[in-house]
């Protein structure tokens, strides 16, 4: 399967963004940050790569604010 | 046991805020925002989950704009040394409590300009007074939503234009009424809000919080405390970002698990509903009281204007002997003398000798008001 990752400046926004992905019926997961990814914060969100325009769209209109996207495999 | 001091703390808490209390030290004991286990992430989830409900209970749109405390005292405090430079004018009202009069005088010193605008003997705000004293230039309005000592409420949506007209932000003290008033921060024109959890969330000791109107740049607000965030990790450097900017070190999960619960119990039962009740029990509390020759009844004595908190003194008797008298031949549990307020008591006129006070909350019933009543009448006749 192919995944993105989502990159935070706080928890409280990843988790913020878990509610509101999943909320939409996205299958999304917290992981624990990549370490290929400078982080700012210890856990990402993963979701799957077909739904990343949906997933910037969502984030966007509840002004979450993101470190990042990324295609991870 | 009658429970009437339910303005220190409520008491007893929902089944639901034990619960998850419980369940935290039990099943989700990791520490939120720091690791990426799975306990962590639990914890985390409940913490963020706590937050929505606490900006819901307020109509604030944005859960990260909700900063957790361990009371209202840290919020004000939080709130007013970090907007507050010396040289600034602000405002308060002669009713409030010393969780904003301390540190208010303390910042006297320091340079800064306190004005204390007169409240009528009822505790009432006198708008003119408060017009009068928001002068151009002031750089904060901080009053009390509702007395801890009458339950007197102020009009902070006047308030609050009277402060942004003269170019002020406004800080509201909710220690006495978030849970029991509707608050709804944007409609409202608060900037900043400072609550407890352990009053009317029904939430346990140990939790509070300061949250952020959605016009406040909160870069203009300095942190009082640094520290760990779990984020940013590589800087040593504090992060401006919402809500770590403000909450260095491990949080106090299973606290605020609680006051999440708490908070949901009371959009359960709605605040109006719980409005209502303890509207007529005050109704009941003030008339009974009234009644009783020799009792004053102090404060507005209309229901429709105060919170469930009456006061109130007996000639010729101190207010401990009363309130001793009260725990000890009947059971009923209140709190007398100055109530931690003694500018609001010297405004009520009932400063030093402090008043009885009587707090019902949403678990009182009119039967226990009846027995408190009683109770009240048969010390007076002695």
């Known amino acids: 399967m192919n995944h993105g990752v989502v990159l935070f400046h706080t928890s409280s926004a990843a988790l913020r963004a878990e509610k509101i992905l999943a909320q939409a019926q996205l299958v999304v997961k917290l992981i624990p940050t990549p ?25 966007d209109e509840a002004k979450v604010q993101v470190a990042g996207i990324h295609q991870i495999g | 046991m009658i429970y009437l001091d339910n303005a220190a703390t409520s008491f007893p808490k929902p089944d639901t805020v034990v619960r998850a209390m419980s369940n935290f030290l039990e099943r989700a004991g990791g520490n ?26 307020f109509r604030a749109r944005d859960p990260l704009r909700v900063i957790f405390t361990l009371n209202a005292t840290h919020a004000l405090n939080l709130a007013l040394r970090g907007v507050v430079r010396s040289g600034d004018r602000v405002v308060t009202t ?32 006198d708008l003119d007074a408060m017009y009068r004293a928001v002068e151009p230039g002031t750089r904060l309005v901080v009053v009390n939503h ?12 006047e308030i609050a234009r009277l402060a942004h007209a003269a170019g002020a932000l406004i800080l509201v003290d909710a220690a006495q009424t978030a849970g029991v008033l509707p608050i709804d921060l944007a409609a409202m024109e608060i900037d900043l809000l400072a609550f ?30 640094r520290g760990g965030t779990g984020s940013r990790s590589e800087s040593e450097e504090q992060p401006d970002d919402l809500p770590d900017k403000f909450e260095s070190g491990t949080p106090n999960g299973v606290g605020i698990a609680g006051l999440g619960a708490g908070a949901r119990f009371v959009l359960e039962r709605g605040v109006d509903a719980i409005r209502a009740h303890e509207v007529e029990l005050t109704r009941m509390l003030i008339e009974g009281l009234q009644n009783i020759s020799g009792v004053v009844v102090h404060g507005t004595r209309d229901a429709e204007k105060c919170t469930a908190v009456v006061s109130f003194t007996v000639e010729d008797r101190q207010v401990s002997e009363i309130g001793l008298w009260l725990d000890e031949e009947f059971g009923v549990l209140c709190r007398v ?38 109770a009240v009448r048969r010390i007076v006749r002695g």
């Not at chain 2, 937050?51 to 209970?57: D, H």
């Open chain 1, 35 to 59: 370490r290929e990814f400078s982080s700012d914060c210890g856990i990402a969100l993963r979701f799957e790569w077909n739904d990343s325009a949906r997933v910037k769209e969502l984030l």
């Open chain 2, 32 to 57: 939120p925002g720091r690791s990426g286990h799975r306990l962590s992430i639990e914890a985390g989830r409940i913490v963020y989950d706590a937050r929505e409900a606490v900006a819901e209970l």
């Open chain 2, 94 to 125: 002669s009713m409030e409590h010393n969780a904003v009069m301390r540190p208010l005088r303390a910042l006297e010193r320091a340079g800064v300009r306190v004005i204390v605008a007169p409240c009528t003997r009822d505790g009432s705000l």
């Open chain 2, 146 to 157: 509702a007395s801890n000592v009458v339950g007197t409420i102020l009009p902070i949506a």
């Open chain 2, 196 to 225: 407890t959890g352990h009053k009317g969330l029904y939430g346990p000791p140990g939790t509070g919080g300061l949250v952020f109107g959605e016009n406040v740049d909160a870069a203009i607000i300095e942190p009082l405390w």
């Open chain 2, 337 to 374: 003398g100055l109530h931690c307020a003694p500018a609001a008591h010297r405004t009520l006129g009932t400063f030093p000798r402090g008043t009885v006070r009587f707090a019902p909350g949403i678990f009182t019933t009119q039967d226990d008001i009846r027995v408190a009543l009683d």
